[in-house]
């Protein structure tokens, strides 16, 4: 990535600056944009304020039709939006597809179930408060800032922009430096469907870039990235107690019960370890085996592993490292994993080379290694046995990060998914909770707060509004200075018949 002057771009001040994309694969430029100052991205978030009111009025129905119309841009384009995330990721062209696909049926949802999750809807009043109306509707909170990740730029930002968009927010889109061509290519046409008007906006830059975003006037910010550029953000938000929402790193698990279908587990493990290079937040890193099925599932996973090589061609199962300085990290992790005693049983050390990394994977690592504690985000996998799924929970719980993970079983399986610490878990399969767009998307710990998708992430990007209306004179006026002691004694009286009655206690174990 460098930044250049493009001498045709002229202000008042000068040329502005600008980046290039750069395919990693080949190190060709894909494209060159701006790198948005302060004025520009403050003049972005003032368009998108001016255009709120306009998407507002539209009402559920009449957003939904725009949205609507937008994914059907996006099916359409599909192939040409699919070309250009294989181009400026590296990701191979069929990844990069299903990535796309997956962003266009969430925005569906979104657009399709808005009106009835935030909507107007009749609260009980309860028996003290009989004579009220109760309602809670959930309001737009106007302009949102998304900051998107370079390794699925089109999925992970979408989950924060449609269902934003949905709830009657306009928008203020930063893609990663990585992947700015596919940041503009889903503004681009979005903005076409609603004839130019400023409702999705974009702006392009390094992190200063991303930066002014979170200390321009927008009513909120979803961020995904890094754990440690996700404390940065929230600090930056924090100077106008911007609310954020932040989707970082994961150092997820996958868990193989002695009653595992050894077949489908190792395919899982594999797919969710090599996949994008390793580059997925959600994917896994570490797999627990119980040790009863530990030697056959190695030699299964083995077995499956063979022949899978990167490459940007199509024979590629998987494309270069999107961002070079994650390089010496996954070299770091594999080295201190073995100099502790782990043993490479595929790939090594000479694993990581200039642009791809070969699939490795290591056993016997370890629990205090770096492969084990902390992201890697390459495609490598820690494999380790455990006596029973007891330390399996344990261990993948032993983390700062708490995002996702799966489990492979039979009868342990809700009892295992359910003790996890994390805010997703898929039961016989990999990732699959992110592909139903009812579900709730998000983390604890350190992989963050907040959730897109779903009915919480329709509700992420709103406030809710009480309203109560008074149907009737209250049977006890208790709210007016003239309260006399009879009414208070009736409403105590009251109380007692509601919540007076004695509640019958667990019983304690014996004292020996």
């Not at 730029?153 to 306009?170: D, E, K, M, Q, R």
Request: aromatic share 6%.
């Amino acid at each position: 990535m460098t930044a250049t002057i493009e001498p045709d771009v002229q202000s008042p001040e000068g040329p502005q600056p600008s980046f290039d994309s750069i395919n990693p694969a080949t190190g060709d430029v894909v494209g060159t944009h701006p790198i948005d100052d302060k004025a520009q991205v403050d003049a972005a978030v003032a368009a998108a304020r001016e255009a709120s009111r306009w998407w507002q009025e539209l009402g559920f129905d009449g957003r939904k039709e725009y949205l609507l119309q937008w994914r059907s841009v996006l099916t359409r384009r599909l192939q040409q939006l699919a070309d250009l995330m294989h181009r400026e990721g590296g990701k191979p062209h069929g990844d990069a597809m299903l990535e796309a696909g997956l962003a266009i049926d969430h925005i569906a949802w979104a657009a399709k179930h808005a009106g009835k999750i935030l909507g107007r809807q009749k609260v009980g009043p309860g028996l003290l408060m009989s004579n009220q109306a109760a309602y809670v509707e959930y309001h737009p909170l106007g302009v949102v800032g998304v900051i998107g990740p370079w390794n699925y730029p089109v999925f992970t930002p979408v989950g924060s922009i449609a269902y934003s968009l949905a709830a009657g927010n306009t928008v203020v889109f930063k893609p990663s430096e990585y992947t700015p061509g596919v940041g503009r290519f889903l503004v681009d046409t979005f903005t076409e469907v609603v004839h130019g008007r400023p409702v999705l906006n974009l702006v392009t830059g390094l992190g200063e870039t991303g930066n002014h975003l979170c200390t321009a006037e927008v009513d909120k910010i979803a961020f995904t990235g890094s754990s440690a550029t996700g404390k940065k953000v929230m600090a930056a938000c924090a100077e106008r107690l911007t609310p954020v929402v932040i989707e970082a790193g994961g150092k997820d698990s996958l868990i193989v019960d002695e009653d595992a279908d050894l077949k489908d587990a190792a395919e899982a493990a594999l797919w969710a370890g090599m996949s994008n290079a390793g580059q997925t937040c959600i994917g896994t890193e570490r797999v627990y085996v119980h040790e009863r099925v530990f030697d056959p599932f190695m030699a299964e996973l083995l077995k499956q592993a063979e022949g899978i090589r990167p490459g940007y061609d199509d024979g590629g199962v998987y494309g270069p490292s999107t961002m070079p300085k994650q390089l010496p990290i996954i070299r770091s992790h594999i080295e201190d994993a073995i100099a502790k005693g782990g043993k490479a049983v595929l790939g090594g050390l000479d694993s990581v080379g200039d642009q791809y990394v070969q699939p490795t994977i290591i056993t016997h690592v370890p629990e205090d290694s770096l492969a084990v504690t902390e992201e890697t985000f390459g495609p490598t996998l820690v494999v380790n046995p455990v006596r029973d799924m007891e330390e399996a929970v344990e261990l993948t719980n032993a983390t700062k990060y708490g995002l996702a993970g799966a489990f492979f079983g039979k009868k342990n399986a809700m009892s295992v998914a359910s003790r996890v610490r994390s805010g997703m878990t898929s039961i016989n399969s990999v990732i699959s909770f992110a592909a139903i767009p009812g579900l709730p998307f998000g983390g604890v710990g350190d992989s963050g707060f907040g959730r897109i998708h779903g009915p919480d992430g329709l509700r992420e990007f709103t406030y809710s509004k009480a309203i109560t209306r008074q149907r009737m004179k209250a049977p006890l006026m208790l709210q007016s200075l003239k309260r006399d002691g009879t009414t208070e004694s009736r409403f105590q009286q009251l109380l007692t018949v509601m919540h007076g009655g004695s509640a019958t206690l667990p019983k304690l174990p014996k004292r020996r």
